[in-house]
């Protein structure tokens, strides 16, 4: 899995764990292992202008995805074929103010907007109720999966 971090924000951030879960999520979808992923921290005025100028909504948001070749999840048995997924855009300020809201640390936010952007780049929305039903189980069965393995080491 080709996966790369740029990391523009300014905020020192646990890179290795985030390339970790995108890795774990990848894989759960059954992504090609030669699919490719950008994933780009960004500051608060970058995002906002992402932001403005994608989704014509103001302000900055915690996580953008932009799918390129538009792919979509595999089997076991019939991977994802090959191509570019798209680029992952996180802002580690909003992620950090939404973890103090929640009551967890950053790092737990940007694993959750990691996921959640994967998931995006894959084709999941969350518009409807039983999109948003399906997307978040997803979701926080991968969280949870990752967050076993990472125990275990």
């Known amino acids: 899995m080709s996966i790369e971090i740029n990391n ?3 905020v020192e951030v646990d890179e ?3 390339l970790r879960i995108a890795d774990f999520a990848l894989g759960v979808m059954h992504v090609s292992e030669e699919a490719e992923l950008n994933i780009v921290l960004v500051d608060e005025a970058a995002m906002e202008q992402l ?3 994608w989704m014509d ?3 900055p948001t915690d996580v953008l995805s932009f799918p390129m070749d538009e792919l979509r999840p595999g089997t076991e048995d019939d991977p994802t074929p ?3 997924l798209g680029d992952i855009v996180l802002c580690p300020q909003v992620a950090e103010s939404q973890a103090e809201t929640a009551g967890h640390a950053t790092i737990d936010e940007l694993l959750l907007l990691t996921t959640h952007g ?3 780049l894959l084709g999941f929305d969350h518009a409807e109720p039983d999109e948003e039903k399906e997307m978040f189980g997803i979701q926080r069965d991968i969280l949870l999966g990752f967050a076993m ?3 275990r080491g």
Do not use: A, D, M, N
Request: no cysteine.
């Open 57 to 59: 909504e103001p302000g």
């Open 118 to 120: 994967v998931l995006h």
């Open 8 to 10: 523009e924000s300014g």
């Open 51 to 53: 932001h403005v100028q």
């Open 82 to 84: 090959p191509g570019l």
């Open 16 to 18: 290795s764990k985030i």
């Open 149 to 151: 393995r990472e125990r």
